[in-house]
Every structure is written in C-alpha cells, then in structure tokens.
C-alpha cells in the first residue's frame, strides 16, 4: 500500500482546492466535513478573506457548516501557493471559460499547473476537476506538472475526474453525486478513487484514462444541449402551427419507457451547458470531423434569447406599441430556478437583444441583486409591487423562481410572455403567452 494511500484510509492527508467557485467551495467543504485538514487556495483575496472568516458566498454550502470547519481549524483559505508543498492531494477546480472566438479557454488551468510546479513533492495526488475538452489533462496538464523534475505514475499520481455540481439542486450535492475517476495510470486511478471515497457518500466510477472521463463530462452536457435544441427548434415551430408545445411535452411525458421530457427555455445558461459542446467541435477539428447535429443544436439554443426578442416585438405590435421606447420588465436574470448564479445567463441575452432595439428594460430577481457584464452593471427592482407591474407594457418571465407571486403579476400586467411556462396553473391566462 502506498504512503499516500494509507493517509487517505486514516484521514491523515491533507487536502488542497484550487478555485473556491461554486465547484471548489463545496468540495473543500466536503473534504473538511470528512475530516481532513483542507486548504482552499484562490487568487481573489475577497473570497479567501470570506473563507477564513467563515462567511459563505455559494449557495450549496451550508453556512453553519462553512463557520463550524473555519474555527476548528480543519478548514483555511490562502493565496499563497507555496502551501501547497503541505498538501498530499489537490484538486484544480478553475473555470474554463470560451474565449472571443469560441475557443477553449485553459488559461486558469494551465496557470493552476504552473503555481503548482515549485512546489510538488513524491507522492501527491493531482487531480483536474474542470470541464475541459478530452485529451486535456494527459496532453496539456502532465507536461507541465512533469517539468518538476517528477514523472508521473512514479513520483506523482494524476487523473481527471469531471465535477458534476448542479447548482440549486434539493437532492444531489458534492457529498452524494456519483464521481467519475479516470487517472493515468492504474495506480493513479487506484489513489483518485480512495480520496473521493474517503469525503462523498456516493459511488465511485473508475474508467481507464482521463480522456474517457473528460469525454464523459462533455457526453452529460452535450446531451442536454441537443436535446434543449430540439425542443427549442419544436417550440419555434409549434408557435406558427398554434400549437401549445408544453401540453405536447405532457402528453410524451405519459409514455413509461423511451422518452425523457426537456423544456424550452429563452437559451441556455450556466457554465457547462452552452459552453461544453464549443469544446468538443473544436477538438474535433484537429481530427477533421465536423460535429454537424451537435453544432446544429448549438445555433438553435444560442438564437433563442433573439427569438424570445422577436416574440416580444410581435406581442407589443398587437397594441400598436413597438420595442423601441417600450417599458419591459423582466423577471429572473439567474440562469436557472432559485439559485443567485448568472453566469451565461440567456435573460441577459435578452435584455441585451432588448436593449439593442431601444426599449426600457427592467428586471427584478430576488436571487440577484445585481448583475455584471463586461462593462455594464444592472441593478433588480427592489419590490415587486403592483405599481411596478402595471408601469410595464410587457412582463416577461425568464427564469422559474418559486418566490415570484405569479397571480399578482398577472393580476396588475397588460401582457405576459411566459418564457418558462410557470404561469400554467393560473386560473386566468387571458394577457399570458407561452414560449
């Protein structure tokens, strides 16, 4: 049994996370929960400063728990990377944004790679835990690790194992979501697996290389994103044929066996989703292939938020309004039900496509206070009130949160466009249309 091993099966080892987002924040906390001493590690001194002083920012962790590990020392945060020479395992947990061009971005990656260097030692367990497309972690992540002077499968341990947070979600957290492990050698699979079943309270799911995990990863949400553009690309169709698409969506739903209901949506938001198919074409360029359904889907889902604008556009027509000068006041900028995040939010996206056209756009969300974008800073409504309805002359609902009064928005509204179809149990849809 190896040294590393055996600290991992007597919780002696101690843990790092680089990137303390809405991945690393709750695996550190997890890994502290379970009884290792962890160290977070970010290069934003306002989220280690929130960290060690047990004030939480991420909505899947507990706040009790974020204070309680604080003070009994098994959780700390820094931004000095020559602590990861204390470390035994660490878990690069960075974003991996598109850049200009729509490109893979694995800037934080390599960078991560790079603070590591100086500081790795025999024995330590390196795991990448960012969305990235396959062949990352292998191609990119070990040569840089290897400029140690340390080779990999002797003197250290890598593997990839996907992160699968799902923000908001009431049953599945970090602690019992399954974990896909795919290392480089079988040894470093064997040492990755032990660490996540010493911390998660769910299976563990070896594969034979990083490259099949990373493609995994990419499977999960490319799977989504064609199966949103489909029915993003029926609801644009029913919509001429004066067809109501989500009773459509119902009645396959009756179906016991062969078909998993997806909604449509004014596009797709969050990290993974939208961006995770741009990896896999562009991967597959280097192998002359063309991901032609894949690709397909994504310029279905990324018009979406134009459409939704266009939507608007001919509802406002009907009351001999049009979009430029119009007040619109939008509800829900977070990407998706009850959670704070934005990030590639499709209601930005619309209020965006809005804006272009010179109408007045308002929004009120009660997860997000406020939202940046590049340059431009857009602030919530404080209330929903009936006066702040009435003053619209469209309301649309972009995201499906439960702490919006639905009845009296459509109570005191002139018209609703319905993006989310959460209007579908009100009595009265007289001044509501559905997506």
Known sequence: MSTLLKKLKNKTAVLGVIGLGYVGLPLAVEKAKAGFKTIGFDIQQSKVDMVNNGKNYIGDVVNEDLESLVESGLLSATCDFAEVASADCVCICVPTPLDAHQQPDTSYVIDSAESIVPYMHKNMLVVLESTTYPGTTQELLMPILESSGLKCGKDFYLAFSPERVDPGNLIYKTKNTPKVVGGITTECTKIAAALY???????????????????????????????????????????????????????????????????????????????????????????????SMIEASMMVNDRMPEYCAERAAKILNRFKKSL?????????????????????????????????????????????????????????????????????????ITAAHSKVDYELVQKHANFIFDTKNVTKNLKDKSNIEVL
Not at 341 to 347: H, Q
Request: charged fraction near 25%; charge should be negative.
């Open 197 to 291: 079943e010493a911390i998660l309270e769910a299976p563990i799911h070896r594969v034979s290389s990083p490259a099949i995990a990373e493609m995994e990863k990419i499977l999960e949400n490319t799977y989504r994103n064609v199966n949103i553009g489909l029915v993003n690309e029926l609801a644009i169709l029913c919509n001429k044929m004066k067809i109501n698409f989500w009773e459509v969506i119902d009645a396959a739903k009756s179906k016991p066996y062969g078909f998993q209901a997806f909604y449509p949506g004014p596009g797709l938001g969050g990290h993974c989703i939208p961006l995770d198919p741009y990896y896999l074409s562009w991967k597959a360029r280097e192998y002359g292939f063309h991901t």
């Open 324 to 396: 430029n000068g119009a007040k619109i006041l939008v509800l829900g900028v977070a990407y998706k039900q009850d959670i704070d995040d934005y990030r590639e939010s499709p209601a930005i996206h619309v209020i965006n496509e809005l804006e272009k056209e010179m109408a007045e756009v308002v929004y009120y969300d009660p997860f997000v206070p406020e939202y940046r974008e590049g340059k431009k800073q857009k602030t919530s409504e404080k209330a929903l009130t009936a006066k702040l309805i009435k003053s619209a002359d469209l309301v649309i």
